[in-house]
């Protein structure tokens, strides 16, 4: 499985923007995919996931409210629309994800997120 990352840039604190992730390769391995992000000097964290059907989803209690993550499954592709942005939330943004053994395994190069005043 390929993750191909994108619409990371520069917003300024309050905007919005709306992540892209396509997924390629043995796309029928997925069960869930999800958003993770790292802040400079800070360790990577979970940010939102979805399972393959949309079904369900779950998020990091910072951003719950704020972003929604989402699948279209006729363009394997999981975007998360992050609204109300925050100085907090600038960070690389990386998507990943997990086979059946729920273990995120495949992630994608990462695009950035950078939030002005």
């Known amino acids: 499985v390929q993750l191909q990352a994108s619409g990371g840039g520069l917003v300024q604190a309050g905007g919005s923007l709306r992540l892209s992730c396509a997924a390629s390769?043995?796309?029928?391995?997925?069960?869930?995919l999800g958003w993770f992000r790292q802040a400079p000097g800070k360790e990577r964290e979970f940010v939102a996931s979805i399972t393959g059907s949309g079904a369900s989803t779950r998020y990091n209690d910072s951003v719950n409210g704020r972003f929604t993550i989402s699948v279209d499954n006729a363009k394997n592709t999981v975007y998360l629309q992050m609204n109300s942005l925050k100085h907090e939330d600038a960070a690389v943004y990386y998507c990943?994800?997990?086979?059946?053994?729920?273990?995120?395994?495949?992630w994608g190069q990462g695009t950035q997120v950078t939030v002005s005043s």
């Open positions: 990943a994800a997990a086979d059946w053994s729920g273990n995120f395994r495949y």
């Open positions: 390769g043995r796309t029928f391995t997925i069960r869930n």
